[in-house]
Protein backbone atom coordinates (compact mmCIF):
# COMPACT_ATOMS: atom_id res chain seq x y z
CA UNK A 1 0.00 0.00 0.00
CA UNK A 2 1.34 3.48 -0.91
CA UNK A 3 1.16 6.04 1.73
CA UNK A 4 -0.90 8.96 1.23
CA UNK A 5 0.55 12.37 -0.09
CA UNK A 6 0.41 14.98 2.96
CA UNK A 7 1.17 18.54 2.98
CA UNK A 8 4.88 18.01 5.00
CA UNK A 9 6.17 14.15 3.51
CA UNK A 10 8.55 12.74 5.79
CA UNK A 11 11.98 11.88 3.59
CA UNK A 12 14.35 9.45 4.74
CA UNK A 13 17.66 10.10 2.79
CA UNK A 14 20.70 7.45 3.28
CA UNK A 15 24.11 9.21 1.57
CA UNK A 16 27.61 6.60 2.28
CA UNK A 17 30.27 8.49 1.49
CA UNK A 18 33.43 6.36 1.17
CA UNK A 19 36.49 8.58 -0.13
CA UNK A 20 35.91 12.15 -1.13
CA UNK A 21 33.06 14.37 0.12
CA UNK A 22 30.97 14.60 -2.94
CA UNK A 23 28.25 12.44 -2.42
CA UNK A 24 27.74 13.60 0.69
CA UNK A 25 27.39 17.40 -0.18
CA UNK A 26 25.03 16.62 -3.13
CA UNK A 27 22.71 14.60 -0.63
CA UNK A 28 22.93 17.58 1.40
CA UNK A 29 22.07 20.01 -1.04
CA UNK A 30 19.04 17.88 -2.15
CA UNK A 31 17.85 17.51 1.04
CA UNK A 32 18.08 21.35 1.73
CA UNK A 33 15.88 22.08 -1.29
CA UNK A 34 13.40 19.62 0.12
CA UNK A 35 13.29 21.23 3.91
CA UNK A 36 12.94 24.37 2.16
CA UNK A 37 10.05 22.78 0.25
CA UNK A 38 8.45 22.05 3.45
CA UNK A 39 9.38 17.94 3.75
CA UNK A 40 10.32 16.55 6.77
CA UNK A 41 13.92 15.38 6.08
CA UNK A 42 15.84 12.82 7.76
CA UNK A 43 19.45 12.27 6.64
CA UNK A 44 21.63 9.21 7.52
CA UNK A 45 25.29 9.75 7.08
CA UNK A 46 27.79 6.98 7.43
CA UNK A 47 31.01 8.57 6.37
CA UNK A 48 33.46 11.04 8.68
CA UNK A 49 31.51 13.64 10.24
CA UNK A 50 32.16 16.87 7.50
CA UNK A 51 31.62 20.53 8.99
CA UNK A 52 28.28 21.83 7.84
CA UNK A 53 27.14 18.50 6.19
CA UNK A 54 24.31 17.96 6.32
CA UNK A 55 22.50 21.19 7.23
CA UNK A 56 20.79 22.42 10.19
CA UNK A 57 17.15 22.67 8.51
CA UNK A 58 17.12 18.58 8.86
CA UNK A 59 17.01 15.92 11.05
CA UNK A 60 21.08 14.49 11.12
CA UNK A 61 21.15 10.83 12.03
CA UNK A 62 25.33 9.89 12.05
CA UNK A 63 25.92 6.21 12.13
CA UNK A 64 29.06 4.58 13.43
CA UNK A 65 31.55 5.79 10.27
CA UNK A 66 33.31 4.00 7.37
CA UNK A 67 35.82 4.53 4.86
CA UNK A 68 36.90 3.06 2.64
CA UNK A 69 40.02 1.18 3.24
CA UNK A 70 41.65 1.68 -0.20
CA UNK A 71 41.85 4.17 -2.92
CA UNK A 72 40.22 1.36 -4.94
CA UNK A 73 37.32 0.99 -2.75
CA UNK A 74 38.03 -2.38 -1.93
CA UNK A 75 37.07 -3.12 1.88
CA UNK A 76 35.99 -0.97 4.74
CA UNK A 77 37.38 0.21 7.56
CA UNK A 78 36.44 2.42 10.68
CA UNK A 79 37.44 5.57 11.61
CA UNK A 80 40.67 4.61 13.29
CA UNK A 81 42.06 2.65 10.01
CA UNK A 82 41.46 -0.97 11.23
CA UNK A 83 39.01 -3.09 9.04
CA UNK A 84 35.51 -3.00 10.10
CA UNK A 85 34.81 -6.53 11.59
CA UNK A 86 31.00 -8.01 11.89
CA UNK A 87 30.42 -7.02 14.81
CA UNK A 88 30.63 -3.62 13.63
CA UNK A 89 28.91 -4.11 11.44
CA UNK A 90 26.18 -5.30 12.47
CA UNK A 91 25.79 -2.69 15.32
CA UNK A 92 25.89 -0.41 12.17
CA UNK A 93 23.24 -2.02 10.13
CA UNK A 94 20.73 -2.28 13.26
CA UNK A 95 21.17 1.13 14.05
CA UNK A 96 20.19 1.97 10.63
CA UNK A 97 17.03 -0.18 10.98
CA UNK A 98 16.05 1.21 14.17
CA UNK A 99 16.26 5.02 12.86
CA UNK A 100 13.79 3.78 9.38
CA UNK A 101 11.10 2.20 11.54
CA UNK A 102 11.43 5.68 14.10
CA UNK A 103 11.33 8.05 11.09
CA UNK A 104 8.39 6.17 9.71
CA UNK A 105 9.14 7.94 6.19
CA UNK A 106 6.38 8.32 3.31
CA UNK A 107 10.00 8.46 1.05
CA UNK A 108 13.11 6.72 1.21
CA UNK A 109 15.60 7.98 -1.05
CA UNK A 110 19.36 5.98 -0.74
CA UNK A 111 22.07 7.50 -2.71
CA UNK A 112 24.52 5.56 -5.29
CA UNK A 113 22.62 2.18 -4.32
CA UNK A 114 22.60 -0.16 -6.11
CA UNK A 115 24.39 1.61 -9.32
CA UNK A 116 27.25 1.48 -6.18
CA UNK A 117 28.44 1.16 -2.50
CA UNK A 118 28.57 -2.82 -2.87
CA UNK A 119 30.25 -2.97 0.26
CA UNK A 120 27.12 -1.23 2.06
CA UNK A 121 24.83 -4.15 1.35
CA UNK A 122 25.20 -5.48 4.60
CA UNK A 123 23.09 -2.84 5.41
CA UNK A 124 20.67 -2.09 2.58
CA UNK A 125 19.96 -5.37 1.97
CA UNK A 126 18.33 -5.40 5.05
CA UNK A 127 16.92 -2.00 4.87
CA UNK A 128 15.06 -2.93 1.12
CA UNK A 129 13.65 -5.75 3.09
CA UNK A 130 12.39 -3.41 5.71
CA UNK A 131 10.79 -1.27 3.22
CA UNK A 132 8.86 -4.02 1.40
CA UNK A 133 7.83 -5.17 4.86
CA UNK A 134 6.56 -1.94 6.35
CA UNK A 135 2.92 -0.69 6.55
CA UNK A 136 1.96 1.48 4.58
CA UNK A 137 5.16 0.90 2.17
CA UNK A 138 6.89 4.43 1.41
CA UNK A 139 8.24 4.84 -1.87
CA UNK A 140 11.41 4.14 -2.86
CA UNK A 141 13.95 6.09 -5.51
CA UNK A 142 17.71 5.70 -5.88
CA UNK A 143 19.50 9.24 -6.49
CA UNK A 144 22.77 8.87 -8.70
CA UNK A 145 24.96 10.77 -10.64
CA UNK A 146 24.77 11.69 -14.43
CA UNK A 147 27.73 10.06 -14.87
CA UNK A 148 28.34 5.91 -13.35
CA UNK A 149 31.66 4.01 -12.69
CA UNK A 150 31.64 1.28 -14.92
CA UNK A 151 32.21 -1.99 -14.20
CA UNK A 152 34.14 -4.67 -15.24
CA UNK A 153 33.38 -7.67 -13.54
CA UNK A 154 30.48 -9.85 -14.96
CA UNK A 155 27.23 -9.64 -13.59
CA UNK A 156 27.75 -6.69 -11.69
CA UNK A 157 24.78 -4.63 -14.29
CA UNK A 158 22.32 -7.46 -14.38
CA UNK A 159 22.38 -7.60 -10.66
CA UNK A 160 21.96 -3.70 -10.31
CA UNK A 161 19.23 -4.22 -12.91
CA UNK A 162 17.35 -6.78 -10.72
CA UNK A 163 17.36 -4.85 -7.90
CA UNK A 164 16.09 -2.11 -9.30
CA UNK A 165 12.82 -3.63 -10.76
CA UNK A 166 11.87 -5.80 -7.67
CA UNK A 167 12.48 -2.85 -5.30
CA UNK A 168 12.77 0.71 -6.13
CA UNK A 169 10.26 2.89 -7.53
CA UNK A 170 12.37 5.45 -9.22
CA UNK A 171 15.43 6.33 -10.66
CA UNK A 172 16.52 9.82 -10.01
CA UNK A 173 19.54 10.82 -12.18
CA UNK A 174 21.33 13.88 -11.39
CA UNK A 175 22.03 15.03 -14.43
CA UNK A 176 20.70 16.63 -18.19
CA UNK A 177 20.21 14.31 -20.61
CA UNK A 178 21.72 16.81 -23.55
CA UNK A 179 24.78 16.98 -21.17
CA UNK A 180 25.82 12.98 -20.81
CA UNK A 181 22.66 10.13 -20.88
CA UNK A 182 22.86 7.38 -18.32
CA UNK A 183 23.24 4.46 -21.15
CA UNK A 184 26.67 6.19 -21.94
CA UNK A 185 27.91 4.82 -18.98
CA UNK A 186 25.65 1.94 -18.03
CA UNK A 187 24.89 -0.29 -20.60
CA UNK A 188 21.68 -1.81 -19.76
CA UNK A 189 19.96 1.14 -19.00
CA UNK A 190 17.52 0.09 -21.96
CA UNK A 191 15.80 -2.52 -19.19
CA UNK A 192 15.21 0.08 -16.64
CA UNK A 193 13.92 3.28 -18.58
CA UNK A 194 10.45 3.31 -17.40
CA UNK A 195 12.08 4.35 -13.96
CA UNK A 196 14.57 7.03 -14.92
CA UNK A 197 13.87 11.08 -14.42
CA UNK A 198 16.92 13.34 -14.86
CA UNK A 199 16.59 16.08 -12.85
CA UNK A 200 19.47 18.42 -14.08
CA UNK A 201 22.89 18.65 -12.27
CA UNK A 202 22.65 19.27 -8.54
CA UNK A 203 24.28 22.36 -8.56
CA UNK A 204 24.45 25.32 -6.27
CA UNK A 205 23.05 29.09 -6.98
CA UNK A 206 25.18 31.93 -8.10
CA UNK A 207 27.35 32.93 -5.31
CA UNK A 208 27.70 36.45 -3.39
CA UNK A 209 30.83 38.60 -4.45
CA UNK A 210 34.00 37.09 -2.55
CA UNK A 211 35.09 38.93 0.43
CA UNK A 212 38.26 37.69 -0.36
CA UNK A 213 40.01 37.69 -4.34
CA UNK A 214 43.11 35.03 -5.29
CA UNK A 215 43.53 34.78 -8.83
CA UNK A 216 44.36 30.81 -8.70
CA UNK A 217 42.60 28.71 -6.53
CA UNK A 218 43.36 24.78 -6.43
CA UNK A 219 41.10 22.28 -4.74
CA UNK A 220 41.66 18.68 -4.14
CA UNK A 221 38.36 17.38 -3.17
CA UNK A 222 37.92 15.26 0.15
CA UNK A 223 42.08 15.71 0.31
CA UNK A 224 42.78 11.93 0.42
CA UNK A 225 43.82 11.43 -3.04
CA UNK A 226 45.13 14.68 -3.92
CA UNK A 227 48.32 15.11 -2.22
CA UNK A 228 50.12 14.93 -5.89
CA UNK A 229 47.78 17.91 -7.54
CA UNK A 230 48.54 19.94 -4.15
CA UNK A 231 52.34 19.20 -4.43
CA UNK A 232 52.53 20.06 -8.47
CA UNK A 233 50.41 23.63 -7.60
CA UNK A 234 53.12 24.31 -5.34
CA UNK A 235 55.71 24.36 -8.06
CA UNK A 236 54.41 25.83 -10.53
CA UNK A 237 52.96 28.99 -8.42
CA UNK A 238 56.35 29.77 -8.14
CA UNK A 239 57.16 30.01 -12.38
CA UNK A 240 53.85 31.13 -13.24
CA UNK A 241 51.47 33.92 -12.35
CA UNK A 242 54.18 34.66 -9.72
CA UNK A 243 52.61 37.98 -9.52
CA UNK A 244 48.92 36.63 -8.55
CA UNK A 245 47.90 35.33 -5.30
CA UNK A 246 47.27 31.65 -5.21
CA UNK A 247 45.18 29.34 -2.75
CA UNK A 248 45.58 25.84 -2.30
CA UNK A 249 42.64 23.96 -0.66
CA UNK A 250 43.93 20.17 0.49
CA UNK A 251 40.42 19.08 1.73
CA UNK A 252 40.17 17.69 5.48
CA UNK A 253 41.19 14.41 4.72
CA UNK A 254 45.00 15.20 3.81
CA UNK A 255 47.00 13.75 6.43
CA UNK A 256 48.83 16.21 8.80
CA UNK A 257 52.61 15.08 7.73
CA UNK A 258 51.43 15.34 4.38
CA UNK A 259 49.89 19.36 4.98
CA UNK A 260 52.69 20.03 7.26
CA UNK A 261 55.66 19.26 4.67
CA UNK A 262 53.31 21.26 1.59
CA UNK A 263 52.74 24.46 4.18
CA UNK A 264 56.88 24.49 4.97
CA UNK A 265 57.45 24.42 0.98
CA UNK A 266 54.63 27.08 0.11
CA UNK A 267 56.09 30.31 -2.00
CA UNK A 268 54.94 33.90 -0.87
CA UNK A 269 52.30 34.06 -3.17
CA UNK A 270 50.48 31.41 -1.88
CA UNK A 271 48.42 30.30 0.83
CA UNK A 272 47.68 26.89 1.94
CA UNK A 273 44.47 25.95 3.89
CA UNK A 274 42.41 22.69 4.21
CA UNK A 275 39.04 24.09 3.49
CA UNK A 276 37.23 27.39 2.88
CA UNK A 277 33.43 27.19 3.49
CA UNK A 278 33.12 30.23 1.05
CA UNK A 279 35.37 27.99 -2.03
CA UNK A 280 31.99 28.70 -4.40
CA UNK A 281 32.25 32.85 -4.27
CA UNK A 282 36.51 32.61 -4.93
CA UNK A 283 36.00 30.70 -7.32
CA UNK A 284 33.30 33.82 -8.77
CA UNK A 285 36.37 36.19 -7.82
CA UNK A 286 39.34 34.05 -9.42
CA UNK A 287 40.63 33.90 -12.78
CA UNK A 288 41.64 30.32 -12.93
CA UNK A 289 40.97 26.81 -11.30
CA UNK A 290 42.67 24.06 -10.67
CA UNK A 291 41.09 20.99 -9.40
CA UNK A 292 39.68 17.63 -9.90
CA UNK A 293 36.49 17.19 -11.69
CA UNK A 294 34.41 15.56 -8.94
CA UNK A 295 30.35 16.59 -9.77
CA UNK A 296 30.07 19.11 -6.94
CA UNK A 297 33.34 20.94 -8.27
CA UNK A 298 32.01 20.91 -11.86
CA UNK A 299 28.91 22.17 -10.64
CA UNK A 300 30.42 25.29 -8.84
CA UNK A 301 32.86 26.33 -11.86
CA UNK A 302 29.88 25.70 -14.10
CA UNK A 303 27.80 28.55 -12.04
CA UNK A 304 30.51 30.55 -11.82
CA UNK A 305 31.89 30.95 -14.82
CA UNK A 306 35.54 30.46 -13.45
CA UNK A 307 37.94 29.15 -16.36
CA UNK A 308 39.50 25.79 -15.54
CA UNK A 309 42.17 23.05 -15.59
CA UNK A 310 40.29 19.51 -14.68
CA UNK A 311 43.02 16.53 -13.22
CA UNK A 312 40.35 13.82 -13.15
CA UNK A 313 40.84 11.47 -10.12
CA UNK A 314 41.33 7.90 -12.05
CA UNK A 315 43.32 6.02 -9.28
CA UNK A 316 41.92 2.24 -8.55
CA UNK A 317 40.08 2.23 -11.89
CA UNK A 318 37.71 4.70 -11.61
CA UNK A 319 36.23 6.06 -14.69
CA UNK A 320 33.85 8.70 -14.04
CA UNK A 321 35.62 11.94 -13.41
CA UNK A 322 37.39 11.18 -16.87
CA UNK A 323 34.12 11.12 -18.70
CA UNK A 324 33.44 14.49 -17.16
CA UNK A 325 36.40 16.20 -17.66
CA UNK A 326 36.62 14.72 -21.41
CA UNK A 327 32.84 16.21 -22.04
CA UNK A 328 33.68 19.37 -20.71
CA UNK A 329 37.23 19.59 -22.64
CA UNK A 330 34.67 19.17 -25.66
CA UNK A 331 32.51 21.99 -24.81
CA UNK A 332 35.19 24.55 -24.61
CA UNK A 333 34.71 24.68 -20.89
CA UNK A 334 37.50 23.25 -19.71
CA UNK A 335 41.17 21.93 -20.17
CA UNK A 336 42.21 18.77 -19.38
CA UNK A 337 45.20 16.94 -17.62
CA UNK A 338 46.03 13.40 -16.69
CA UNK A 339 46.13 12.63 -12.94
CA UNK A 340 49.03 9.69 -13.89
CA UNK A 341 52.28 10.71 -13.80
CA UNK A 342 51.05 14.61 -14.02
CA UNK A 343 54.38 16.76 -13.91
CA UNK A 344 54.54 20.72 -12.94
CA UNK A 345 55.16 21.46 -16.87
CA UNK A 346 52.44 20.31 -17.60
CA UNK A 347 50.52 22.25 -15.29
CA UNK A 348 52.14 25.52 -16.14
CA UNK A 349 52.19 25.38 -19.84
CA UNK A 350 48.24 24.04 -18.72
CA UNK A 351 47.63 27.39 -16.55
CA UNK A 352 49.25 29.79 -19.26
CA UNK A 353 47.11 28.38 -22.04
CA UNK A 354 43.92 29.17 -19.98
CA UNK A 355 44.46 32.45 -18.38
CA UNK A 356 45.46 33.45 -22.06
CA UNK A 357 41.26 32.20 -23.19
CA UNK A 358 38.49 34.17 -22.26
CA UNK A 359 36.37 33.21 -19.58
CA UNK A 360 33.80 30.26 -20.55
CA UNK A 361 30.19 31.52 -22.28
CA UNK A 362 27.49 30.37 -19.62
CA UNK A 363 26.91 26.58 -20.64
CA UNK A 364 23.46 24.96 -21.67
CA UNK A 365 23.24 22.70 -18.68
CA UNK A 366 20.29 22.63 -16.71
CA UNK A 367 22.01 23.21 -13.39
CA UNK A 368 18.77 23.20 -11.20
CA UNK A 369 18.71 19.83 -9.85
CA UNK A 370 18.26 19.92 -6.22
CA UNK A 371 14.67 22.11 -6.92
CA UNK A 372 13.70 19.41 -9.67
CA UNK A 373 14.26 17.07 -7.41
CA UNK A 374 12.22 17.82 -4.34
CA UNK A 375 9.41 18.89 -7.40
CA UNK A 376 9.29 15.15 -8.43
CA UNK A 377 9.29 13.94 -4.93
CA UNK A 378 6.08 15.72 -3.59
CA UNK A 379 4.12 15.38 -6.59
CA UNK A 380 4.76 11.46 -7.33
CA UNK A 381 1.27 9.74 -7.15
Known sequence: MTPPHTSSPRIFFYVQHLLGIGHLARASRIASAMATDGCQVTVVTGGLPVNGFPGSDV??????????SSAGFLGLADQTGNAAGEEFLSARRD???EAFWTAKPDVVIIEAFPFGRRQMRFELLPLLDAIARA????????SVRDILQQQKKPGRDQETVALLRDHFDGILVHGDPHFVRLEETFALTSAISDKITYTGLVAPPLPPEPMETFDIIVSAGGGAVGRDLIRASLEAASRVAIDRRWLLITGPNLPEQDF????????????LVRFRKDFPSLLRGAELSISQAGYNTVGDLLVTGCRSILVPFTAGGETEQSVRAERLEKLGLALTLPEAGLTTDQLVNAAEIALSRPKPSDPDIDLAGAQRTSAIIREAP
Open 59 to 68: TSVTLPPVVA
Open 95 to 97: LLL
Open 135 to 142: NPKPKLYT
Open 260 to 271: AALAKDAPGNVD
